[in-house]
Structure formats: structure tokens, C-alpha cells
């Protein structure tokens, strides 16, 4: 199949280099504003070189598009796309406000391009493990969760970007941008979540961003609830952690390292395969499995898991954390 990238920033080298390991893929083009940053696709893979989304489109017909660009441009772009049959891979998030949600979700539905989103993570060996873990009923019962990121991004990371720090542009920060990964997975462990309360704050960059530097929220699902806390004013970027209280173990993970802790006192780390990035380690090891089974559902026709309703309840509570947020902590209501 035929793929194109647009937007040419860090993120879509991780998925040039996944295209170029599958078998069934082959990058024909890239696209970016700055030509000078889709040329060096040209250089190192092969493909040609545009300096527009519509440009792109017009001579060539990739099987499916590859959207990696700043955050406000994933729905219009993907508009764009699937109604000229053109199937999208879209970097997260797949929103950025209800409206654009309303607008992803008709495009999606008058297709006749298919839709998949990114969120690598679930394909971590960590993740698979627990999944599997609490499927088997060892773990008993989740009781309640946890879950952190303390990372850092400082003032030139906002200012440089050109549309980072911005409302309207990046859609919000520590949350939609640094820890949604983080926040599906609670989900993907403890399932619908039914309501959150948040709150946020700018502790480091005052006058700098208009977005958030730390998201505190408490999210109850059907069966438990959990603590989220998110902060870009950390020194470096530690590992984000998810913390599992199940009736017979606590479960931990941080990156591809799994800890069960026992109530009598015993811990363990089970074998875990230890893949590598092909980003940085802390975007998780998922990119390639997640890319390639997205291509393997287009082959065979199958529903590709993460299609805008395998990861709706995510964006959905992304969502509503940030008016509860703009709400003074208002419980917002996702029934």
C-alpha cells in the first residue's frame, strides 16, 4: 500500500521509519510547510517532497495518509483525506474541541476512507501483560488506579514550535498533549469512564503559554475510579507510572517494566520483552505494531481496534477534563 506523510516534525520520523519496515508499505510522499523538512524524507527514503497537504493529494493517490501535524490540523486534514477515499493514520490527539469531535465522527461515517488513531502505548509488551493478567482473574478485582506523568518542557519548547502554548493551536497542554497516552491507558485497564473532576494550573511558564502545566483529576469508571495527576514543570522526563490496586496484587508499570506486589509482602518483575523505541523511550515501544496492524486491517477488512470508536471514551474524557477544569472542578458527566 501506498502511504504519504504530512507534517515533518519528530513524530513522523518514528512513523517513516515504521512504514519503511513493513513489507506491505511503501512511502510516496511528504508533505510540510517548510519544504525543507519533507525533502529530507526525499533523502532518506526515496519519496517525493511537497510543500502542501492539497498539493500532495493532487499528484499523488496514496492508499493512506499519515497526519503528524500540529494538533487544530489532524480533523480538517483528515476531512480531506477520507472523503477522497483516502484512509488516515492520525498522531494523537484525535481532537481538540466537541465541535471538531461532531465534525471527525461524520467524516468518519460518510467515509469512504477508514480512520485509525495512535495510541501506541496499548501495544507496549508492559500493557499486553497486564491486560492478559487481568483477564486470567489472578489479579482479582480492580479496586482503584493511579496515574502519573512528571516530565519537563521549558519555555523554548513552547516558543520555538510556533504553535505549541496556544489554546487554539495545541488545544491545551500537560493533558492533550504530554499525558493523553496515559490517561487511555486507565482506560484500557478499568474500562468507561462515567465522570471526572479536574482541575489545572500554569506553575512555570506564567506569561509564556496559555495552556495548562499541571492537570490533577479524579475519573470514575463502572466498577472504580482514579487519581491523575499530569505535570510538564518536572526536572526530566521520568517514566509515567500506572499503579493498579486489584484484590489479590498491586500492579505497576512504568514504560515496559511491570512490578506485582503482593500482601504478603513479596514483589516481582516478571520477563518482559523489552522492545525498542524507535522514538524516544518514553512514547512507549508501540509505533511499529500499532502502524503495521493498522495496514493489516485495511488488508484483510477487519475493524482496526483503535478506530475512532475504540478510542472516542478517551477523547471524550479529555474532553470533559478540561471544562470540569475551566469549570472550577465542576464534576462533568460522561453517561
Given at each position: 500500500m501506498k502511504a504519504a506523510i504530512v507534517g515533518c516534525g519528530n513524530i513522523a520520523a518514528v512513523h517513516a521509519k515504521s512504514i519503511s519496515r513493513l513489507e506491505e508499505a511503501e512511502l510516496l510522499a511528504a508533505a510540510d510547510i517548510r519544504l525543507e523538512r519533507a525533502e529530507k524524507y526525499t533523502e532518506e527514503y526515496g519519496c517525493r517532497a511537497y510543500g502542501s497537504l492539497e498539493e500532495m493529494l493532487e499528484k499523488e493517490r496514496p492508499d493512506v495518509l499519515h497526519i503528524c501535524t500540529p494538533h487544530y490540523l489532524h480533523v480538517p486534514m483528515a476531512e480531506y483525506a477520507l472523503k477522497r477515499g483516502i484512509h488516515v493514520f492520525c498522531e494523537k490527539p484525535p481532537v481538540v474541541s466537541e465541535e471538531q469531535l461532531a465534525a471527525l465522527e461524520r467524516a468518519v461515517a460518510e467515509g469512504p476512507g477508514r480512520a485509525g488513531f495512535c495510541f501506541q502505548n496499548r501495544y507496549n509488551p508492559s500493557v499486553l501483560f497486564i491486560r492478559e493478567l487481568l483477564s486470567s482473574g489472578k489479579a482479582g478485582k480492580v479496586k482503584g488506579a493511579r496515574g502519573i506523568v512528571?516530565?519537563?518542557?521549558g519555555e523554548a519548547y513552547y516558543t520555538q514550535?510556533?504553535?505549541?502554548?496556544?489554546?487554539?493551536?495545541?488545544?491545551?497542554?500537560?493533558?492533550?498533549?504530554?499525558?493523553?497516552?496515559?490517561?487511555?491507558l486507565l482506560g484500557v485497564f478499568l474500562g468507561k469512564p462515567v465522570s471526572v473532576e479536574a482541575q489545572t494550573a500554569n506553575h512555570h511558564?506564567?506569561?509564556?503559554?496559555?495552556?495548562?502545566?499541571?492537570?490533577?483529576?479524579?475519573?470514575?469508571?463502572?466498577?472504580?475510579?482514579?487519581?491523575?495527576?499530569?505535570?510538564?514543570?518536572?526536572?526530566?522526563?521520568?517514566?509515567p507510572l500506572i499503579e493498579l490496586s486489584c484484590e489479590n496484587m498491586v500492579i505497576r508499570v512504568e514504560d515496559l517494566e511491570v512490578t506485582l506486589l503482593y500482601p504478603d509482602g513479596r514483589r516481582e518483575n516478571p520477563p518482559i520483552d523489552r522492545k525498542q523505541a524507535l522514538g524516544k523511550s518514553y512514547w512507549g515501544s508501540g509505533h511499529l505494531d500499532c502502524i503495521s496492524d493498522f495496514y493489516r486491517c485495511l488488508q484483510t477488512g477487519e475493524r482496526f481496534a483503535q478506530d475512532l470508536d475504540g478510542v472516542r471514551d478517551t477523547a471524550r474524557l479529555m474532553l470533559a477534563a478540561y471544562r470540569s477544569?475551566?469549570?472550577?472542578?465542576?464534576?462533568?458527566?460522561?453517561?
Open positions: 512528571t516530565w519537563n518542557r514550535s510556533g504553535w505549541r502554548g496556544r489554546l487554539a493551536t495545541e488545544g491545551g497542554g500537560a493533558l492533550i498533549n504530554q499525558s493523553i497516552h496515559t490517561m487511555d511558564l506564567p506569561g509564556v503559554i496559555e495552556v495548562e502545566d499541571m492537570m490533577e483529576a479524579y475519573i470514575r469508571y463502572e466498577d472504580a475510579a482514579a487519581c491523575f495527576y499530569a505535570t510538564t514543570a518536572y526536572t526530566e522526563d521520568a517514566p477544569a475551566g469549570n472550577g472542578g465542576r464534576t462533568e458527566s460522561l453517561l
